[in-house]
């Protein structure tokens, strides 16, 4: 969430809500214990313990629940109570929250951190938070609000924890606005990679192969391929080499990089062999730091730009799984340069400017670029503990930013374990938010691979490395991608881009003649020969969203013509072969968006 909305007044009303539903629980389960319920992007959220019954099974809130809380939520809302903050003692907070566990726990940790204490009270309802609220709950417009969903969320989001069951709510400055959003989250369900993906035959999740591990089928397949494509065609203009290397690795490895005492909760456990702990790599750059350092650089060998489609695995937390989102095996469109300080700027830049083709490319026209930054107080724990080559790292990248009006925001404590790194945030065509691409800037590893160049003076010195993925995990990117068209996809992209449709059985032989030549000329076509009514083929290609339909009958063969349908439903008939298979040549070559 940005600096922006955390000191809005939407984020004001929708942590206030947060507070006005754990209430309303209150007053339907007064045995519940509540977590924490804090404001996000679009709305709001609360944790609660319902306890267990009788028989030891935990109790659970149905979706029947939501609108009498709804209900209950508007009661107080009309009360227009007061939203007090006081701070307080530990002691004070134990006695306060002495029937909330959870509470407890969150006391404890400002005790030990030595932050204050702070409530605060609306109506008989109390709760241990530091803010913002509005100045009253009839702030909160009773017709803007909605309860949306319950899930389940492991404490502390540690699957080692109690699960709680979470309540999800949105609220809105009015009735209309809520009522935009709604329909938003409806046209986002249409979209939904997850459910798109299996109808478009894209991949498939199998619980035999294991959570977060996607199945490429074949239009998957052909989604990844010409994206690779794409990345070699710009890669290569920039005079980067490919490189290829494995899967799995040493634990000296990651060690020396430092992955390990920062990292390790984040990959799968060690497998022993041969009395050797080898990991599933999380990440390519250490590889590549051993490719450098393979042998003597000097200042005539940079920049040296290595790239790699090679794949990582990651163990996520099983409650963060989301489709193509987010997932324990990706592949990265990575690639690691190396480079003398004087030439930083030319190479940041030639990565942001990339960064802002692909979005003219993909119609991506809402972004966000964030400096992310280190935390000095987690220096030697979190990050690399070297405070003056953090600050010039970070102003480095400041400056370059800076001095090419690129926009960008700060955020503090986001940065890379070895290095400030850009950040960028994408929004798709229906307004949804997702996480793309980094650009980085790594100061901290390079030393540890003892990785040199001879430089012009003829000493010895240590290269910078940055770290970059344009178009991030190819999963990500590609859930990203059928959301943001709808899987509409764009010609070039479309994993079929032509079906040839015969009106009866008796054009099978032209349908066949027409594939063939488009085929012969790159085009993705098949021609549908099954015995199904003609309307039936329409609506099946349509269904799977292919760009072009040709429909062929005893007309189109006689006069060696097409009849093209258009997935926009605009149409044109009698038109030649060749003038088709010109259109669509153009379209793949210029990876045009429109048909």
Not at 277 to 297: D, E, G, Q, T, V
Not at 563 to 592: H, M, P, T, W, Y
């Amino acid at each position: 969430m940005s600096e922006q909305y955390e000191q809005s007044e939407l984020y004001k009303l929708r942590h206030t809500a947060a507070h006005v539903l754990a209430q309303a629980v209150l007053v339907l389960y007064p045995q519940a214990r509540l977590g924490i319920g804090p404001p996000i992007a679009d709305g709001f959220y609360y944790d609660f313990d319902l306890g267990v019954d009788e028989n030891g099974r935990a109790h659970s809130f149905h979706p029947d629940d939501l609108p009498q809380l709804e209900k209950r939520m508007r009661q107080i809302i009309a009360g227009s109570h007061s939203l007090n903050y006081q701070q307080v003692s530990e002691a004070e907070a134990r006695q306060q929250f002495a029937n909330q566990p959870y509470k407890l726990e969150l006391i404890d940790e400002l005790a030990d951190k030595g932050e204050p204490i702070s409530v605060y009270q609306h109506d008989s309802f109390v709760d241990l938070c530091r803010g913002p609220h509005v100045a009253h709950t009839g702030k909160i417009p009773a017709d803007g609000l909605k309860l949306m969903s319950i899930a389940g969320a492991y404490w502390r989001g540690d699957e080692k924890r109690p699960q709680l069951q979470r309540i999800y709510g949105t609220a809105w400055p009015s009735k209309q606005e809520l009522k935009e959003h709604l329909a938003m989250l409806e046209e986002a369900r249409k979209r939904d990679h997850r459910q798109l993906g299996r109808e478009l035959e894209i991949f498939i999740l199998d619980e035999d192969i294991g959570p977060g591990l996607p199945l490429w089928l074949p239009n998957g397949n052909i989604l990844r391929e010409e994206l690779e494509k794409l990345a070699h065609e710009m890669e290569d203009k920039a005079s980067y080499q490919r490189v290829s290397t494995p899967h799995i690795a040493k634990d000296s490895l990651y060690l020396q990089s430092g992955h390990l005492p920062y990292y390790e909760d984040e990959m799968y456990p060690p497998m022993e062999r041969e009395g050797g702990r080898y990991y599933l790599k999380p990440m390519n750059c250490p590889f590549h730091h051993k490719i450098y350092a393979s042998k003597p650089r000097s200042y005539r060998d940079l920049p040296l730009r290595l790239s790699e489609y090679g794949m990582v695995y990651r163990y996520e937390q099983s409650g963060t799984l989301m489709g193509l989102l987010r997932v324990r095996a990706a592949q990265q469109n990575d690639a690691h340069i190396y480079c003398a300080e004087e030439q930083l700027e030319e190479e940041f830049m030639a990565v942001i400017d990339l960064y802002r083709y692909y979005f003219s490319l993909f119609g991506i026209e809402k972004y966000v670029m964030r400096l992310s930054k280190h935390s000095k107080a987690k220096l030697g724990i979190k990050y690399v503990d070297n405070e003056p080559m953090w600050l010039k790292a970070e102003s480095l990248v400041r400056e370059v930013m800076q001095k090419h009006a690129v926009p960008f925001v700060e955020a503090e404590d986001e940065a890379a374990f070895y290095g400030p790194k850009i950040d960028v945030q994408i929004w798709s065509a229906i307004g949804r938010e997702f996480s793309l691409a980094t650009n980085q800037l790594d100061f901290g590893v390079p030393p540890r691979f003892d990785l040199t160049f001879t430089n012009q003076r003829g000493e010895q010195e240590t290269p910078w490395c940055i770290h970059r993925a344009p178009l991030g995990a190819h999963e990500r990117f590609i859930g990203f991608l059928i959301e943001h068209y709808a899987g509409n996809f764009p010609v070039w992209l479309a994993p079929e881009q032509v079906r040839v449709i015969p009106i009866t059985d008796e054009q099978n032989g032209y349908a066949e003649q027409v594939a063939a030549q488009l085929k012969a000329s790159g085009v993705r076509v098949q021609a549908m020969l099954e015995s199904d009514r003609m309307q039936a083929k329409i609506r099946a290609a349509q269904q799977m969203k292919v760009p072009y339909m040709l429909v062929v009958g005893e007309r189109e063969a006689a006069a060696g013509t097409v009849s093209l349908r258009k997935r926009d439903g605009s149409r044109q008939n009698g038109l030649s072969l060749a003038a088709f298979a010109a259109l669509v040549q153009e379209k793949i070559a210029c990876r045009d968006g429109d048909l």
